[in-house]
C-alpha cells in the first residue's frame, strides 16, 4: 500500500521568508512518482512538479525547489523569498505507474504567506 | 489559466434535482477523471476515462452517472443528491491512459456543489 505524510497541517510566515513544507512518502515500488500540486482559494489544482523514482536530482525553479531523497524517503518543498500570492494549500503525490487509481495524496498544507 | 475547463464553477440544487457538470479539455489527453473533495481533505478518486471508456469507478453511489462523449469532454450526471454529497468536483485529465498512464494530472478549478 501507498502513502504519503504531510505532517504539516497549517505553516505561517511572513512575506519574504523562507519556507519548507515537508512530504514523506511509503511504497513498495521501486518505480514511482513524486508530485506537488498547489490549490489556491479558486479551487484549481496546480500542477508543479513531477519526479520519478530514478531521478535523485534535485530542482530549482524561480523560488522554489525541491529535494528529493530516497533514503529517506523524502520529498521536500521549499518556497524562498515567500509572497502574499503563494498563500494556499499544497499537495505532495504519489503514483504507480501505468495505475490511474495509485495517484495518493497527501493530506495538504495549509501555507500562509502574511504580508 | 487552466487548460481544463470546468462548468458551473458553482451549483446549488435539491434533493430532486437533475443536474449536470461538463468538463472540457484539448491538450489531446486520453484519460479524464473525476474527483470529490471536501473541506480541508485531499481530492478523492471517484471515475476514470481511458481512451473514452469507463476504466475506474470507485464504487461510486448510482445517483453520480459518468459519461465520456468524446475525447474530449466528460460529463457528471448528478441525480437525487444528498446534503453529504455537497463538494467541490474536480476533472482531470492526463496524457495517455490504461498501462501508460503515468504522467501528472491536470487539474480544472472545480465545480463547487451545494446540495439542500
Known amino acids: 500500500a501507498q502513502k504519503v505524510t504531510q505532517a504539516q497541517t497549517e505553516i505561517s510566515v511572513v512575506e519574504k521568508e523562507d519556507v519548507t513544507l515537508d512530504c514523506v512518502y511509503e511504497?513498495?515500488?521501486?518505480?514511482?512518482?513524486l508530485f506537488w500540486y498547489k490549490q489556491p482559494p479558486s479551487g484549481e489544482l496546480v500542477f508543479l512538479i513531477r519526479?520519478?523514482?530514478?531521478?535523485?536530482q534535485n530542482e530549482i525553479s524561480g523560488r522554489y525547489s525541491w529535494n528529493f531523497q530516497k533514503s529517506t524517503s523524502s520529498f521536500n518543498f521549499t518556497i524562498t523569498a515567500s509572497q502574499v500570492v503563494d498563500s494556499a494549500v499544497y499537495f505532495c503525490a504519489l503514483r504507480k505507474p501505468g495505475s490511474a487509481r495509485q495517484l495518493t495524496f497527501g493530506s495538504g498544507t495549509q501555507l500562509t504567506v502574511l504580508p | 489559466d487552466t487548460e481544463v475547463t470546468q462548468t458551473p464553477k458553482h451549483l446549488v440544487m435539491g434533493m430532486t434535482n437533475k443536474k449536470s457538470l461538463k468538463c472540457e479539455q484539448h491538450?489531446?489527453?486520453?484519460?479524464m477523471y473525476w474527483y470529490k473533495q471536501k473541506a480541508k481533505k485531499p481530492p478523492e478518486l471517484m471515475f476514470v476515462?481511458?481512451?473514452?471508456?469507463?476504466?475506474i469507478n470507485e464504487s461510486v453511489p448510482s445517483r453520480f452517472s459518468p459519461e465520456c462523449p468524446n475525447s474530449s469532454l466528460l460529463n457528471l450526471h448528478l441525480h437525487a443528491l444528498q446534503p453529504e454529497d455537497s463538494a467541490l468536483y474536480l476533472c482531470?485529465?492526463?496524457?495517455?491512459?490504461?498501462?501508460?498512464?503515468?504522467?501528472?494530472?491536470?487539474f480544472g478549478e472545480g465545480s463547487r456543489l451545494t446540495v439542500l
Open positions: 476515462y481511458s481512451y473514452e471508456k469507463l476504466s
Open positions: 491538450m489531446g489527453h486520453r484519460a
Open positions: 511504497t513498495r515500488d521501486t518505480t514511482y512518482y
Open positions: 482531470a485529465s492526463s496524457q495517455g491512459g490504461g498501462g501508460s498512464n503515468t504522467g501528472e494530472l491536470f
Open positions: 519526479r520519478n523514482s530514478f531521478d535523485e
